[in-house]
């Protein structure tokens, strides 16, 4: 059987459902601030969620740069625990390329800690590139302290 799912625009009423269970959802590490109330209030033309406000199960935070409006940018994704394995962050993602893709937009970014290696080989599966970067850690490139002092990130990169 296949399951269908309602993608939505995020909205404003998502935030406190999704502050609330974000730190929970990455295993007690502290993400909340990455998921700060602006993106659901005025940055959210390219944000979405499946699931009801109140039990949302996955969003994705995106937008398109106002620098380069060719470049779309992806901020955050998150999924529900109970939710994982069945496709979501993949469906937000295509969903994403899409809508950003008839805005003009002809590629896509994102970041991610050297560590996530489960992020790394995600948004490897969807056709990113790793870009070069300041330094290696176990032979992923990095840009060193991109985030801060210490705070390394593997940058991305796709063509749409």
């Not at 944000?47 to 992806?74: E, M, N, R, T, W």
Request: hydrophobic share 45%; aromatic share 12%; glycine share 10%.
């Amino acid at each position: 059987m296949t399951t269908t799912y309602n993608i939505r625009a995020l909205e404003s009423a998502d935030y406190q459902f999704v502050a609330s269970v974000v730190d929970d959802w990455w295993g007690g590490r502290p993400v909340r601030a990455l998921v700060h109330r602006i993106f659901f209030d005025h940055l959210n033309a390219s944000s979405f969620a499946v699931g009801p406000s109140d039990a949302v199960q996955a969003f994705l935070i995106g937008f398109v740069s106002q620098s380069d409006p060719k470049v779309a940018y992806i901020h955050f994704v998150g999924v529900s625990p109970a939710a994982r394995a069945g496709g979501l962050a993949r469906l937000l993602y295509e969903h994403f390329f899409n809508v950003v893709s008839a805005q003009g937009c002809t590629e896509v970014r994102s970041i991610t800690s050297a560590v996530n290696t489960g992020s790394i080989a995600f948004h490897r599966k969807l056709g990113f590139t790793l870009l070069p970067g300041s330094g290696e850690i176990d032979g992923i490139p990095v840009s060193l302290d991109y985030a801060g002092a210490g705070q390394h990130r593997v940058l991305f990169h796709k063509a749409l």
